[in-house]
């Protein structure tokens, strides 16, 4: 039989399943991950080989070091998720990939990887955005989760604030206009001197700081839920370099402070008038920015004020896994989405968004 219409055929089938388990990948940047998801929601096992070490070195994800990585690690994680499920590829019900956005060798190892293991072991193959495995993530932590609601995506290279219409399905209501959330977090940690990956170790280093020490400028940007974090990183880089012209030794914990409470602030202020508008009840928090101390509490804290459900990614989710990846494909598998061995990775992926 013609190899995609079997694919199809097996695909609509899960249509109707009651329990499906999709074996995901994840390789867009620098963690190689892998893992087993049930209808969705449940984590069977989930394998991360994060590259870290390595790329700290160098003060910042190498794409070449990336990918050579990824194609050592990617048959390993995949052989360690089945183990841990204590599964072999005849309990996989279909296979997941990230196609992008990301860089492009790392994304094509995923691809490549998973293209030959559909082919061989003839189970469908399901493409994932994979901002939309960060927002998915909410799916796992908070069982009872269902669309529509608001989520705010802050990751390295995206910040927006979305309405979730349905499965898979959404209107950008604002986004940055220049760096985003993480990019901000990671530039202002090297001037602080402190390494890749730079947004946790600022955050923990302004644990002890005083947020008041440097006042910041607020971003005055024309959308109403737009983001603008490159003028606060200027403004932040300025002052440091001043300082350390002066001879003065930087407060680098004050600084750390000051800077996450700028951006935290933003990220409240747009967010929360973002679900006040809406009319919706929920605000999702999803990708690697929102593992953040201060965005976690205060968005709570706004909740309760406000009135409003919080769901967050347990810390683990927010930053690149396979399982969000797991359970965004389950939703796109409800939908009929189907890659074919022409599917090539996408480094700038566009999530499929309606205009306000
Ligand atoms: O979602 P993610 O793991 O990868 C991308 O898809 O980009 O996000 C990584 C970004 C990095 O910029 C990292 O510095 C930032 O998320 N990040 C944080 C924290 N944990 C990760 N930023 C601030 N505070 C954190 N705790
Ligand atoms: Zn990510």
Same mark, same amino acid.
């Given at each position: 039989?013609?190899?995609?219409?079997?694919?199809?055929?097996?695909?609509?089938? $899960?249509?109707?399943?009651?329990?499906?388990?999709?074996l995901a990948m994840e390789s867009s940047c620098d963690e190689t991950a892998a893992a087993?998801?049930?209808?969705?929601?449940?984590?069977?096992?989930s394998v991360i080989f994060s590259q870290v070490d390595t790329h700290a070195l160098y003060?910042g994800v190498v794409p070449e070091i990336a990918s050579r990585a990824h194609v050592d690690a990617c048959d390993r994680v995949i052989d360690q998720a089945?183990?841990?499920?204590?599964?072999?590829?005849?309990?996989?019900?279909?296979l997941a990939v990230t196609y992008g956005p990301g860089l492009v060798g790392a994304l094509l190892t995923g691809v490549n990887c998973m293209k030959g293991l559909?082919?061989?072991?003839?189970?469908?193959?399901?493409p994932v955005?994979h901002?939309?495995g960060?927002?998915?993530?909410?799916?796992?932590?908070?069982?009872?989760?269902?669309?529509?609601?608001?989520?705010?995506?802050?990751?390295g290279?995206?910040?927006?604030?979305?309405?979730?219409?349905?499965?898979?399905?959404?209107?950008?209501?604002?986004?940055?206009?220049?760096?985003?959330?993480?990019?901000?977090?990671?530039?202002?940690?090297?001037?602080?001197?402190?390494?890749?990956p730079?947004?946790? $170790?600022?955050?923990?280093?302004?644990?002890?700081?005083?947020?008041?020490?440097?006042?910041?400028?607020?971003?005055?940007?024309?959308?109403?839920?737009?983001?603008?974090?490159?003028?606060?990183?200027?403004?932040?880089?300025?002052?440091?370099?001043?300082?350390?012209?002066?001879?003065?030794?930087?407060?680098?914990?004050?600084?750390?402070?000051?800077?996450?409470?700028?951006?935290?602030?933003?990220?409240?202020?747009?967010?929360?008038?973002?679900?006040?508008?809406?009319?919706?009840?929920?605000?999702?928090?999803?990708?690697?920015?929102?593992?953040?101390?201060?965005?976690?509490?205060?968005?709570?804290?706004?909740?309760?004020?406000?009135?409003?459900?919080?769901?967050?990614?347990?810390?683990? $989710?927010?930053t690149d896994n396979a399982?969000?990846i797991?359970?965004?494909?389950?939703?796109?598998?409800?939908?009929?989405?189907?890659?074919? $061995?022409?599917l090539n990775a996408i480094p700038?992926?566009?999530?499929?968004?309606?205009?306000?």
């Amino acid at each position: 039989m013609n190899t995609q219409l079997e694919m199809k055929q097996k695909l609509e089938a $899960l249509q109707s399943k009651a329990s499906v388990r999709i074996l995901a990948m994840e390789s867009s940047c620098d963690e190689t991950a892998a893992a087993i998801i049930e209808n969705g929601r449940t984590i069977v096992s989930s394998v991360i080989f994060s590259q870290v070490d390595t790329h700290a070195l160098y003060g910042g994800v190498v794409p070449e070091i990336a990918s050579r990585a990824h194609v050592d690690a990617c048959d390993r994680v995949i052989d360690q998720a089945l183990l841990e499920a204590n599964m072999t590829f005849s309990d996989v019900d279909a296979l997941a990939v990230t196609y992008g956005p990301g860089l492009v060798g790392a994304l094509l190892t995923g691809v490549n990887c998973m293209k030959g293991l559909s082919y061989t072991t003839r189970l469908p193959l399901i493409p994932v955005n994979h901002i939309e495995g960060h927002v998915s993530a909410n799916f796992i932590t908070t069982a009872e989760l269902e669309p529509p609601f608001i989520c705010l995506v802050v990751s390295g290279g995206h910040s927006h604030i979305m309405k979730v219409n349905d499965y898979g399905e959404y209107t950008l209501l604002g986004q940055t206009v220049d760096d985003a959330a993480g990019e901000a977090f990671d530039k202002a940690a090297r001037v602080l001197g402190l390494n890749y990956p730079g947004g946790p $170790l600022l955050s923990k280093l302004a644990e002890d700081g005083d947020d008041t020490y440097l006042k910041l400028p607020n971003p005055k940007v024309e959308g109403r839920y737009d983001f603008s974090f490159s003028g606060l990183k200027t403004a932040f880089l300025n002052a440091c370099h001043k300082m350390t012209q002066n001879g003065q030794e930087l407060p680098r914990a004050d600084l750390a402070a000051s800077f996450e409470r700028a951006v935290v602030d933003s990220l409240c202020a747009k967010a929360v008038l973002a679900v006040k508008e809406s009319g919706l009840q929920t605000l999702c928090l999803a990708g690697g920015v929102s593992a953040n101390r201060r965005l976690r509490a205060q968005m709570t804290e706004l909740s309760r004020k406000h009135g409003f459900k919080l769901c967050m990614p347990e810390l683990w $989710l927010c930053t690149d896994n396979a399982a969000m990846i797991g359970s965004a494909a389950y939703y796109e598998m409800k939908k009929g989405t189907l890659a074919d $061995l022409s599917l090539n990775a996408i480094p700038s992926a566009a999530l499929q968004v309606k205009k306000k």
